[in-house]
């Protein structure tokens, strides 16, 4: 590898010492330094016959070593992805290029001049702003536009929630058919399709297992006649309790706006002033033997500074009127000021977004792109939220002053920022930075506060729920059990199995988080001659890694599910598998195609 720290020529990248591209295996280009580039270069690399270059802008820089320790990976350093960067990667004889950095119009930018060196490439693209995504998808037939976040989000928010996470997918061939993800007790037997995991299997969920009827996590047939997706029972009561979270949330922010109104400042001088008008209207009462109704009106107009002499009162009346009538005169601009005050400190504690009271929300820390999507799926269920961020130009920023969604900004490896978003109060915890330190150090306060909570007995509600983020798998695993984190998950490991997908063409119609890996539900053509050939579809799934859904045979225009176990495939057949990537990729390699 060359020294990161030399000068390279701005015409020329530095290429590491894997050395040229074998002209004989198939080449894909993979551009960024982030873990998403990562999952995509190590899971592109893990067959043999594949070339991947890698174009990163600083090879020593964040995840740069790592990929540069990847067998079967060649490095490219280049401080832009310009037309000298693509040459030295050999973009021109590349099936496919990967675009993940961050910045949208970046990629546009490389997705042009990557386009220009090959205009038969196959481009995908990650992309934040999926409604301009879909639009310079336009521009590149045959490319896709991904988001990361938006794959990744709704695990989050099922995460935070204790739910299934949200999947389901449009079978092919006729009729169509919706199949989606769900607990084994929430749909009909009849409906099941196949055991997705066992989630109680001690040491972590169990995968495709033997026995389908101990699985507790399901692929289940959607809908009736119609093929309309029919949601379970506990889908539907979470949607009633959520949209009771909304009003409950609106009427919580009425409660708060009359409160910061309604201060203990402007309370006493009200008290005061009904106080004094009370002794002044017993004090006419008594000393004028008027009626009371008569007491209460000279009192009003004198404290309103109306009081008329009357010459031919007696003293004790006379001294009466004057003290209220100067009580009156003082008094106004005491209230005056107490009603501003109040105004003013409401104004400014809605305009700096911070918390009011408030519990059995969630604390959402990070909003950037992750955090954004889950903040916005979040807020559409009508679930209380407080949001920590110590960027104030953070994405998701704008997006939470415009929902209504309070703002701490800080450091949330900060005990007392966390404490400013009263999480301990919350329900649940969900952090989501991009930053593995800061995400476990608010773990480590959101548990220490959990178990302060336990110990002072509050009724808050359970035990606080803690859903984190973090890259290494390794880490992830360890932390879970040392620390009891419920649960932790990596963003670019479950949406690298689409980009990767994409750029192997093949069809994944969806991806179904399992604890922290992925299971891809995804269309597989069987290619003449291939060995699947003669198979029987009974005999094809391997225990834990693939399972056939569904098989449309060459001469059927219908999709068989379930499929018949004693049907001997033949070229042009098309399946319909669940697997694991190793699974899907030997079963690739066994249905013939190029993978």
Excluded at 244 to 249: E, H, I, Q, T
Excluded at 259 to 282: E, H, N, P, Q
Excluded at 377 to 389: F, S, T
Excluded at 446 to 465: D, F, K, N, V, Y
Aim: hydrophobic fraction near 45%.
């Amino acid at each position: 590898m060359i020294d990161p720290a030399s000068p390279v020529p701005a015409e020329r990248s530095a290429v590491s010492d894997a050395g040229a591209p074998d002209p004989g295996r198939r080449r894909f280009v993979v551009c960024g330094n982030n873990p998403l580039a990562y999952r995509l270069a190590a899971e592109l690399a893990s067959h043999p016959d594949r070339e991947v270059t890698v174009i990163v802008r600083a090879a020593g820089a964040r995840l740069g070593p790592l990929m540069a320790e990847l067998p079967g990976i060649r490095m490219i350093e280049a401080a832009e992805l310009n037309a000298a960067a693509f040459e030295a990667a050999e973009v021109d004889l590349a099936e496919a290029l990967a675009l993940t950095d961050q910045d949208d119009v970046a990629n546009i930018h490389a997705a042009l001049r990557a386009q220009e060196v090959n205009p038969g490439l196959r481009l995908v693209v990650r992309f934040f702003n999926m409604s301009l995504g879909y639009r310079i998808q336009e521009l590149f037939p045959g490319s896709a536009v991904l988001s990361d976040s938006s794959t990744a989000a709704p695990a989050f928010v099922a995460a935070a929630l204790g739910e299934v996470a949200p999947g389901s997918a449009r079978l092919p061939g006729r009729p169509r058919r919706t199949v989606f993800v769900a607990r084994r007790c929430d749909v009909a037997e009849s409906r099941v399709v196949c055991g997705l995991a066992d989630t109680t299997a001690e040491g972590g969920p169990l995968r495709l297992p033997d026995d389908q009827r101990s699985a507790d996590l399901v692929l289940a047939l959607a809908g009736d006649e119609g093929g309309r997706l029919r949601a379970g029972r506990r889908h539907r009561v979470n949607r009633r309790r959520h949209r009771g979270y909304r009003r409950r949330r609106r009427a919580r922010r009425w409660t708060e706006s009359v409160r910061l109104v309604f201060t203990r400042k402007l309370a006493l001088a009200a008290v005061l002033l009904v106080a004094l008008l009370g002794v002044g209207t017993v004090g006419f009462a008594l000393l004028t033997e008027m009626s009371w109704p008569n007491a209460v009106y000279l009192t009003v107009l004198d404290a309103a500074g109306a009081a008329q002499p009357d010459l031919t009162m007696t003293v004790a009346t006379k001294i009466v009127q004057s003290a209220i009538t100067l009580i009156g005169i003082a008094i106004i601009p005491v209230v005056t000021a107490a009603v501003v005050d109040s105004l003013v400190t409401a104004r400014l504690a809605t305009a700096s977004g911070l918390p009011g009271r408030i519990s059995g929300h969630v604390v959402l820390v990070g909003l950037g792109n992750v955090g954004a999507r889950v903040l916005s799926q979040l807020h559409e269920l009508g679930v209380p939220m407080v949001a920590v961020d110590s960027d104030p130009a953070a994405r998701g920023m704008s997006r939470a002053r415009r929902l209504g969604v309070p703002v701490v900004i800080g450091d949330a490896s900060k005990e007392d920022v966390l404490r400013e978003a009263h999480l301990g109060q919350a329900r649940t915890l969900v952090a989501v930075t991009d930053n593995d330190v800061t995400n476990l150090e608010a773990a480590l306060h959101g548990r220490a506060m959990g178990a302060e909570r336990s110990a002072s007995g509050t009724s808050i509600g359970a035990e606080l729920r803690v859903v984190l983020r973090l890259f290494d798998d390794d880490l992830a695993r360890r932390v879970e059990q040392t620390f009891a984190i419920d649960v932790s998950r990596s963003v670019s490991f479950l949406a690298a199995p689409n980009f990767v997908a994409a750029m192997l063409q093949r069809q994944v119609l969806a991806t179904i988080p399992v604890g922290r890996q992925v299971l891809l539900l995804a269309e597989l053509p069987v290619q003449p001659g291939s060995a699947l050939v003669g198979e029987p579809v009974g005999g094809i799934g391997v225990s834990g890694l693939s399972r056939v859904v569904a098989v449309q045979p060459r001469t059927a225009a219908t999709l068989r599910l379930p499929p018949p176990a004693d049907h001997r495939l033949a070229g042009g057949d098309r399946l319909v598998v669940v697997a694991t990537r190793a699974g899907l990729t030997e079963l690739s390699a066994r249905a013939g195609r190029r993978v």
